[in-house]
Protein backbone atom coordinates (compact mmCIF):
# COMPACT_ATOMS: atom_id res chain seq x y z
CA UNK A 1 0.00 0.00 0.00
CA UNK A 2 2.27 2.94 -1.07
CA UNK A 3 1.01 6.66 -0.55
CA UNK A 4 -2.85 6.65 -0.16
CA UNK A 5 -4.18 8.01 -4.06
CA UNK A 6 -7.46 9.70 -2.33
CA UNK A 7 -5.13 12.05 -0.36
CA UNK A 8 -2.31 12.56 -2.93
CA UNK A 9 -5.43 13.41 -5.29
CA UNK A 10 -5.71 16.59 -2.67
CA UNK A 11 -2.17 17.73 -3.22
CA UNK A 12 -3.19 20.95 -5.11
CA UNK A 13 -5.58 22.09 -2.29
CA UNK A 14 -3.07 20.34 0.43
CA UNK A 15 -0.69 22.45 -0.90
CA UNK A 16 -2.67 25.56 -0.63
CA UNK A 17 -3.84 25.51 2.96
CA UNK A 18 0.20 25.03 3.65
CA UNK A 19 1.06 27.74 1.90
CA UNK A 20 -1.71 29.85 3.00
CA UNK A 21 -0.64 28.81 6.48
CA UNK A 22 3.34 29.91 6.07
CA UNK A 23 1.92 33.49 5.13
CA UNK A 24 0.36 33.85 8.56
CA UNK A 25 2.78 32.16 11.20
CA UNK A 26 2.08 32.53 14.52
CA UNK A 27 4.30 32.11 17.65
CA UNK A 28 3.55 29.73 20.46
CA UNK A 29 0.13 30.58 22.41
CA UNK A 30 -0.97 33.07 19.67
CA UNK A 31 -1.89 30.49 17.29
CA UNK A 32 -5.55 32.24 17.18
CA UNK A 33 -6.08 32.33 13.10
CA UNK A 34 -4.01 28.85 12.99
CA UNK A 35 -6.67 27.59 15.07
CA UNK A 36 -9.33 29.15 13.52
CA UNK A 37 -8.41 27.21 10.36
CA UNK A 38 -7.88 24.20 11.92
CA UNK A 39 -11.78 24.11 13.52
CA UNK A 40 -13.05 25.21 10.10
CA UNK A 41 -11.48 22.38 8.25
CA UNK A 42 -12.84 19.98 11.10
CA UNK A 43 -16.36 21.04 11.19
CA UNK A 44 -16.40 21.30 7.06
CA UNK A 45 -14.90 17.23 7.49
CA UNK A 46 -17.93 17.14 9.97
CA UNK A 47 -15.70 15.97 12.79
CA UNK A 48 -16.22 17.26 16.38
CA UNK A 49 -13.62 19.48 17.36
CA UNK A 50 -12.63 20.96 20.93
CA UNK A 51 -10.88 23.89 21.86
CA UNK A 52 -9.20 26.35 24.32
CA UNK A 53 -6.81 23.63 25.99
CA UNK A 54 -3.50 25.15 26.02
CA UNK A 55 -5.18 28.57 25.00
CA UNK A 56 -5.29 27.97 21.12
CA UNK A 57 -4.70 24.13 21.28
CA UNK A 58 -7.24 22.05 19.07
CA UNK A 59 -8.62 18.59 19.69
CA UNK A 60 -10.50 16.94 16.86
CA UNK A 61 -12.06 13.18 17.72
CA UNK A 62 -13.28 10.71 14.92
CA UNK A 63 -15.54 7.54 15.92
CA UNK A 64 -15.01 4.91 13.75
CA UNK A 65 -17.02 0.99 14.26
CA UNK A 66 -17.34 0.11 17.72
CA UNK A 67 -14.43 -0.35 19.14
CA UNK A 68 -12.38 0.24 22.65
CA UNK A 69 -9.10 1.73 22.18
CA UNK A 70 -8.06 5.43 21.34
CA UNK A 71 -5.36 6.41 19.08
CA UNK A 72 -3.98 10.02 19.40
CA UNK A 73 -2.19 11.88 16.43
CA UNK A 74 -0.40 14.92 17.29
CA UNK A 75 0.96 17.71 15.17
CA UNK A 76 2.53 21.46 16.31
CA UNK A 77 1.01 24.53 14.40
CA UNK A 78 3.41 27.21 15.94
CA UNK A 79 6.55 29.51 14.34
CA UNK A 80 9.70 30.59 15.26
CA UNK A 81 10.64 34.37 16.01
CA UNK A 82 12.87 34.74 13.19
CA UNK A 83 12.92 36.48 9.98
CA UNK A 84 12.22 34.64 6.03
CA UNK A 85 14.96 35.29 4.04
CA UNK A 86 14.05 33.17 1.42
CA UNK A 87 11.91 34.22 -1.41
CA UNK A 88 8.64 31.87 -2.15
CA UNK A 89 5.68 33.79 -3.65
CA UNK A 90 3.85 32.66 -0.26
CA UNK A 91 6.56 34.52 2.13
CA UNK A 92 5.35 35.38 5.30
CA UNK A 93 3.53 38.19 5.82
CA UNK A 94 4.56 38.61 9.32
CA UNK A 95 7.44 40.65 10.14
CA UNK A 96 9.45 38.57 13.07
CA UNK A 97 7.33 35.54 12.83
CA UNK A 98 8.34 32.34 10.43
CA UNK A 99 7.43 28.89 9.73
CA UNK A 100 11.08 27.72 9.76
CA UNK A 101 10.32 24.35 11.25
CA UNK A 102 7.57 23.20 8.61
CA UNK A 103 5.01 22.89 11.16
CA UNK A 104 2.43 24.66 8.81
CA UNK A 105 3.39 20.91 7.00
CA UNK A 106 2.86 19.35 9.87
CA UNK A 107 -0.46 20.74 10.72
CA UNK A 108 -2.11 20.22 6.80
CA UNK A 109 -0.48 16.45 7.16
CA UNK A 110 -2.82 16.22 10.29
CA UNK A 111 -5.72 17.85 8.59
CA UNK A 112 -5.18 15.21 5.24
CA UNK A 113 -4.90 12.01 7.53
CA UNK A 114 -8.15 13.29 9.42
CA UNK A 115 -10.27 14.50 6.06
CA UNK A 116 -9.53 10.88 4.96
CA UNK A 117 -10.44 8.86 8.41
CA UNK A 118 -13.36 10.58 8.34
CA UNK A 119 -14.21 9.62 5.31
CA UNK A 120 -13.85 5.94 5.32
CA UNK A 121 -13.82 5.49 9.18
CA UNK A 122 -12.50 1.88 8.36
CA UNK A 123 -11.11 1.71 11.91
CA UNK A 124 -12.23 0.27 15.35
CA UNK A 125 -12.35 2.77 18.11
CA UNK A 126 -11.36 6.45 17.98
CA UNK A 127 -8.91 8.72 16.48
CA UNK A 128 -8.08 11.99 18.79
CA UNK A 129 -6.27 14.52 16.51
CA UNK A 130 -4.09 16.85 18.59
CA UNK A 131 -3.15 20.45 16.85
CA UNK A 132 -0.68 21.59 19.67
CA UNK A 133 0.46 24.98 19.99
CA UNK A 134 3.60 26.61 21.33
CA UNK A 135 6.15 23.55 20.70
CA UNK A 136 9.04 26.35 19.97
CA UNK A 137 10.20 25.95 23.53
CA UNK A 138 7.26 27.22 25.33
CA UNK A 139 6.36 23.68 26.47
CA UNK A 140 2.57 23.55 24.92
CA UNK A 141 2.97 19.92 24.95
CA UNK A 142 3.12 19.98 28.70
CA UNK A 143 0.39 22.70 29.50
CA UNK A 144 -1.77 20.11 27.17
CA UNK A 145 -0.84 17.25 29.48
CA UNK A 146 -1.29 19.62 32.57
CA UNK A 147 -4.85 20.69 31.72
CA UNK A 148 -5.67 17.22 31.43
CA UNK A 149 -5.38 15.99 27.84
CA UNK A 150 -5.44 12.55 28.51
CA UNK A 151 -8.21 12.55 30.74
CA UNK A 152 -10.15 14.69 28.77
CA UNK A 153 -9.30 12.88 25.51
CA UNK A 154 -7.62 9.16 26.51
CA UNK A 155 -5.33 7.44 24.01
CA UNK A 156 -3.73 4.11 24.26
CA UNK A 157 -0.86 5.62 22.37
CA UNK A 158 -0.08 8.25 20.60
CA UNK A 159 2.29 9.42 17.59
CA UNK A 160 4.01 12.77 15.85
CA UNK A 161 5.55 13.30 12.79
CA UNK A 162 8.29 15.51 11.69
CA UNK A 163 9.76 16.58 8.55
CA UNK A 164 13.94 15.80 8.24
CA UNK A 165 15.76 17.82 5.32
CA UNK A 166 18.56 15.48 6.46
CA UNK A 167 16.60 12.01 4.58
CA UNK A 168 15.75 12.27 1.50
CA UNK A 169 12.23 12.06 0.20
CA UNK A 170 11.09 9.06 0.32
CA UNK A 171 12.76 7.72 3.59
CA UNK A 172 11.04 8.24 7.02
CA UNK A 173 13.13 7.34 10.51
CA UNK A 174 12.05 6.36 14.16
CA UNK A 175 14.28 4.84 16.48
CA UNK A 176 13.12 2.52 20.11
CA UNK A 177 14.51 4.53 23.52
CA UNK A 178 15.61 7.48 23.20
CA UNK A 179 15.72 9.44 19.79
CA UNK A 180 15.65 13.14 21.24
CA UNK A 181 17.47 14.71 23.74
CA UNK A 182 16.67 16.37 27.45
CA UNK A 183 16.82 20.55 26.91
CA UNK A 184 18.11 22.46 30.05
CA UNK A 185 18.48 26.39 30.10
CA UNK A 186 20.71 28.16 32.01
CA UNK A 187 21.40 32.12 32.58
CA UNK A 188 24.18 32.96 35.01
CA UNK A 189 25.29 36.65 36.16
CA UNK A 190 28.22 37.07 37.50
CA UNK A 191 28.82 40.37 39.44
CA UNK A 192 32.27 41.94 40.23
CA UNK A 193 33.37 45.50 40.63
CA UNK A 194 33.15 47.68 38.31
CA UNK A 195 36.13 50.59 37.52
CA UNK A 196 38.92 52.77 35.06
CA UNK A 197 39.88 50.16 32.34
CA UNK A 198 43.16 51.21 33.40
CA UNK A 199 43.26 50.08 37.16
CA UNK A 200 42.27 46.86 36.68
CA UNK A 201 43.85 45.71 39.79
CA UNK A 202 41.09 47.94 41.36
CA UNK A 203 38.51 46.00 40.12
CA UNK A 204 37.48 42.05 39.94
CA UNK A 205 36.43 41.89 36.41
CA UNK A 206 33.42 40.04 35.19
CA UNK A 207 34.45 39.46 31.85
CA UNK A 208 37.64 37.68 33.21
CA UNK A 209 35.53 35.57 35.61
CA UNK A 210 32.93 34.99 32.62
CA UNK A 211 35.54 33.71 30.05
CA UNK A 212 37.33 31.26 32.81
CA UNK A 213 33.86 29.72 33.86
CA UNK A 214 32.84 29.28 29.91
CA UNK A 215 36.57 27.42 29.73
CA UNK A 216 35.76 25.56 32.95
CA UNK A 217 32.11 24.69 32.24
CA UNK A 218 33.36 22.16 28.82
CA UNK A 219 35.15 20.20 31.00
CA UNK A 220 31.61 18.63 32.37
CA UNK A 221 31.71 17.30 29.03
CA UNK A 222 35.50 16.73 27.43
CA UNK A 223 35.90 14.92 30.99
CA UNK A 224 33.53 14.28 33.38
CA UNK A 225 30.80 12.90 30.87
CA UNK A 226 31.40 9.07 29.26
CA UNK A 227 32.71 9.44 25.58
CA UNK A 228 30.13 7.01 24.83
CA UNK A 229 27.11 8.93 25.83
CA UNK A 230 26.05 11.98 24.57
CA UNK A 231 26.09 15.15 25.71
CA UNK A 232 26.04 19.38 24.91
CA UNK A 233 26.74 22.27 27.04
CA UNK A 234 26.98 25.14 24.66
CA UNK A 235 27.16 28.57 26.07
CA UNK A 236 25.38 30.31 23.26
CA UNK A 237 25.31 34.58 25.38
CA UNK A 238 27.96 36.54 26.65
CA UNK A 239 27.36 39.74 27.65
CA UNK A 240 29.71 42.38 29.60
CA UNK A 241 30.31 46.06 29.26
CA UNK A 242 29.16 48.79 27.33
CA UNK A 243 31.87 51.13 26.50
CA UNK A 244 36.02 50.41 25.85
CA UNK A 245 37.19 52.13 28.53
CA UNK A 246 35.25 50.98 31.74
CA UNK A 247 34.93 47.26 33.13
CA UNK A 248 31.89 46.41 33.92
CA UNK A 249 30.72 45.55 37.16
CA UNK A 250 28.62 42.89 36.23
CA UNK A 251 28.20 40.47 32.95
CA UNK A 252 26.35 37.61 31.66
CA UNK A 253 26.05 34.29 30.21
CA UNK A 254 23.69 31.55 28.37
CA UNK A 255 23.00 28.22 27.15
CA UNK A 256 21.77 24.99 26.91
CA UNK A 257 22.27 21.65 27.82
CA UNK A 258 21.21 18.56 26.09
CA UNK A 259 21.26 15.07 27.13
CA UNK A 260 20.11 11.60 25.88
CA UNK A 261 19.62 10.11 29.70
CA UNK A 262 18.46 11.91 32.94
CA UNK A 263 21.78 10.13 34.92
CA UNK A 264 23.39 12.25 32.44
CA UNK A 265 21.25 15.10 32.82
CA UNK A 266 21.30 15.12 36.32
CA UNK A 267 25.37 14.89 36.62
CA UNK A 268 25.66 17.58 34.37
CA UNK A 269 23.26 19.73 35.94
CA UNK A 270 25.17 19.15 39.38
CA UNK A 271 28.69 20.03 38.11
CA UNK A 272 27.35 23.26 36.46
CA UNK A 273 26.69 24.41 39.94
CA UNK A 274 29.46 22.90 41.20
CA UNK A 275 31.73 24.75 38.76
CA UNK A 276 30.13 28.07 37.98
CA UNK A 277 30.22 28.60 41.91
CA UNK A 278 33.84 27.88 42.63
CA UNK A 279 35.22 29.34 39.24
CA UNK A 280 33.31 32.90 40.54
CA UNK A 281 34.34 32.68 44.22
CA UNK A 282 38.09 32.21 43.04
CA UNK A 283 37.97 35.38 41.73
CA UNK A 284 36.00 36.96 44.85
CA UNK A 285 32.90 37.86 42.35
CA UNK A 286 29.40 36.45 43.32
CA UNK A 287 27.08 34.48 41.09
CA UNK A 288 23.30 34.19 40.63
CA UNK A 289 22.18 31.06 38.60
CA UNK A 290 19.27 30.14 37.29
CA UNK A 291 19.33 26.54 35.58
CA UNK A 292 15.33 24.97 34.15
CA UNK A 293 14.87 21.64 33.41
CA UNK A 294 12.35 22.26 30.01
CA UNK A 295 11.59 19.09 27.86
CA UNK A 296 13.11 15.33 29.34
CA UNK A 297 14.38 13.37 27.19
CA UNK A 298 12.17 11.59 24.15
CA UNK A 299 11.72 7.76 24.26
CA UNK A 300 9.90 6.16 21.98
CA UNK A 301 8.23 2.82 23.03
CA UNK A 302 8.91 -0.17 21.09
CA UNK A 303 5.91 -1.59 20.28
CA UNK A 304 4.78 1.91 19.37
CA UNK A 305 8.23 1.90 17.01
CA UNK A 306 7.00 -1.46 15.30
CA UNK A 307 3.58 -0.17 14.43
CA UNK A 308 5.41 3.42 13.30
CA UNK A 309 7.90 0.83 11.26
CA UNK A 310 4.82 -0.99 9.79
CA UNK A 311 3.25 2.00 8.36
CA UNK A 312 6.33 3.44 6.51
CA UNK A 313 6.87 -0.29 4.97
CA UNK A 314 3.35 0.27 4.01
CA UNK A 315 3.72 3.68 2.62
CA UNK A 316 7.17 4.24 1.45
CA UNK A 317 7.90 0.65 0.50
CA UNK A 318 10.81 -2.02 2.06
CA UNK A 319 13.78 0.74 1.51
CA UNK A 320 11.75 3.66 2.58
CA UNK A 321 13.09 3.21 6.83
CA UNK A 322 16.40 4.69 6.91
CA UNK A 323 18.31 1.84 7.98
CA UNK A 324 20.72 3.80 10.36
CA UNK A 325 19.07 7.04 11.75
CA UNK A 326 21.15 8.26 15.48
CA UNK A 327 19.35 10.18 18.23
CA UNK A 328 19.07 13.99 17.99
CA UNK A 329 20.33 16.48 20.59
CA UNK A 330 17.34 18.65 19.57
CA UNK A 331 14.18 18.30 21.49
CA UNK A 332 10.63 18.48 21.57
CA UNK A 333 8.16 18.72 24.15
CA UNK A 334 6.21 15.91 22.22
CA UNK A 335 8.55 14.02 25.50
CA UNK A 336 5.78 15.34 27.58
CA UNK A 337 3.41 13.31 25.71
CA UNK A 338 5.28 9.93 25.57
CA UNK A 339 6.12 9.98 29.35
CA UNK A 340 2.67 9.80 29.79
CA UNK A 341 1.22 7.27 27.07
CA UNK A 342 3.37 4.99 24.76
CA UNK A 343 3.60 6.02 20.98
CA UNK A 344 6.20 7.10 18.94
CA UNK A 345 7.82 10.09 17.12
CA UNK A 346 8.61 9.86 13.19
CA UNK A 347 10.87 11.64 11.21
CA UNK A 348 9.67 12.26 7.41
CA UNK A 349 12.41 13.23 5.16
CA UNK A 350 12.20 15.96 2.65
CA UNK A 351 15.34 16.58 1.68
CA UNK A 352 16.17 17.07 -2.12
CA UNK A 353 19.92 17.43 -1.96
CA UNK A 354 22.82 17.99 0.27
CA UNK A 355 21.94 21.51 0.13
CA UNK A 356 18.11 22.02 1.41
CA UNK A 357 18.20 23.99 4.01
CA UNK A 358 17.70 22.67 7.11
CA UNK A 359 14.90 23.57 9.76
CA UNK A 360 15.61 26.62 11.52
CA UNK A 361 17.43 28.11 8.97
CA UNK A 362 15.89 31.61 7.43
CA UNK A 363 15.67 30.14 3.79
CA UNK A 364 14.11 27.04 5.01
CA UNK A 365 10.52 25.94 3.35
CA UNK A 366 7.93 22.52 3.95
CA UNK A 367 8.02 20.44 1.20
CA UNK A 368 4.63 20.24 -0.19
CA UNK A 369 5.37 17.30 -1.72
CA UNK A 370 5.66 14.83 1.12
CA UNK A 371 2.22 15.75 2.65
CA UNK A 372 0.60 12.94 1.23
CA UNK A 373 3.29 10.98 2.61
CA UNK A 374 3.08 11.92 6.36
CA UNK A 375 -1.12 11.63 6.34
CA UNK A 376 -0.71 8.45 4.60
CA UNK A 377 1.44 7.45 7.58
CA UNK A 378 -0.67 9.43 10.09
CA UNK A 379 -4.08 7.34 8.34
CA UNK A 380 -1.89 3.39 8.80
CA UNK A 381 -0.81 4.09 11.76
CA UNK A 382 -4.12 4.68 13.14
CA UNK A 383 -5.94 1.91 10.72
CA UNK A 384 -3.21 -0.35 11.94
CA UNK A 385 -3.97 0.53 16.04
CA UNK A 386 -7.31 0.78 15.35
CA UNK A 387 -7.66 -2.82 12.96
CA UNK A 388 -11.75 -3.26 12.26
CA UNK A 389 -12.85 -7.04 11.55
Not at 277 to 296: K, L, M, N, Q
Amino acid sequence: MPVIAEIASRQPILAEWRRMLHTIPELGFEEEKTAAFVVDRLQAMGIEAHTGMARTGVVGIIEGRPGNRRIGLRADMDALPMEELGKPAWKSKNPGRFHGCGHDGHTVMLLAAAEYLARTRAFAGTVVLIFQPAEEGLGGGRVMVEEGLFDRFPCDEIYALHNMPLLPVGQAAVRPGAALAAFDRFDVTITGRGGHAAMPHKTIDPAIVMSQTVLALQALISRETDPMESAVLSVTEMHVGTTHNVIASEGRIAGTVRALNEAARARIEAGFHRTVTHVVEAYGASVRIEYAREFPVLVNDGGAVERAMSAIADVLGSDGLAKTFPPLMAAEDFAFMLQKRPGAYILVGQGTGPDSPMVHHPEYDFNDAIIATGASLFVRIAEGALKAD
